[in-house]
C-alpha cells in the first residue's frame, strides 16, 4: 500500500481528497510536515480559491521547497485543481500577475467563456498514452475554476520522455491534466468525480509502484 500525504497548508478540500485516496487504496496521512512530506510514496498538494492566496500558503509551511526537492528527486507530486495552477511560473488573475512554483513554464490565465466559472462535469481528451486515464478515457470529470493554463511550452528532450497533455475544452481548449515524469496534475477534482476519479487517483498509485 502506498504511503501518500496529502498536504495540509490551509487550503484545498484536503478531507475529501484524504477519503477519495483511502478508496482508491492508499495509505493517507494529512499533514504539512516537511519530513513526512518529503519521503512519502507520493505528496498531493490540493488547492482552491484565488493563485496569489495559494502560493502564499504554500510558501508560509515552505511547500514550495518540499515540491522542488521532490521533483529534483524523481519523487512523484499530484497537484489538483490551483494546486496544478501553481506548478507554473504565473498566474494572473484580475490584473495581479502572481509567481508560482516555476516546475512548468507558462501562465495560468481567466478563460475566455461566455459562463465563468466552469463548473460541473465535462469530458476531456486525454493523451493516446496517458497512464492516469486508462480505463477511463471516456468518463466525465467535475471541474469549478475560471483560469486555467491554455498552451503547453514546455520543450522536453531524449532520453526524458514526452510529457502526456489532456485537454478539455470551455469556451477555448485548456489543459485538464499534465502527466510529466514525477509530475502530474489535474485541473478537475477526482475526489469529487465519483468512481470515474477514484479509479483515476488509482490509476495514479499504481504509477508509484511502476
Known sequence: MSRIVVFDYGTGNVHSAVKALELAGADVTLT????????????????VGAFSAVMAA?????????V??????????LGIC??????????????????GLGEWPGTVT????????????????????S?????????????VHS????????????????????????????LAAIENGPLSATQFHPEKSGEAGIRLLSNWLGSLRD
Not at 471516456?138 to 471541474?143: A, D, H, S
Open 68 to 77: 522542488d526537492r521532490r521533483i529534483a528527486g524523481g519523487r512523484p507530486v
Open 131 to 143: 497512464v492516469l486515464f486508462r480505463g477511463i478515457e471516456e468518463e466525465r470529470f467535475y471541474f
Open 32 to 47: 504539512s510536515d516537511r519530513t513526512v512530506a518529503l519521503e512519502a510514496d507520493g505528496l498531493v498538494v490540493p488547492g
Open 147 to 174: 483560469y486555467a493554463a491554455q498552451e503547453w511550452t514546455l520543450d522536453v528532450m531524449p532520453p526524458f520522455p514526452k510529457p502526456r497533455l489532456t485537454w478539455a475544452e470551455h469556451g477555448v481548449p485548456f
Open 82 to 99: 490551483v494546486g496544478m495552477q501553481v506548478l507554473f511560473e504565473h498566474g494572473v488573475e484580475r490584473g495581479v500577475d502572481t509567481e
Open 110 to 129: 481567466r478563460l475566455d467563456a461566455p459562463i465563468l466559472p466552469h463548473m460541473g462535469w465535462n469530458t476531456v481528451t486525454p493523451d493516446e498514452s
Open 58 to 66: 504554500l510558501k508560509a509551511v515552505h511547500g514550495d521547497e518540499i
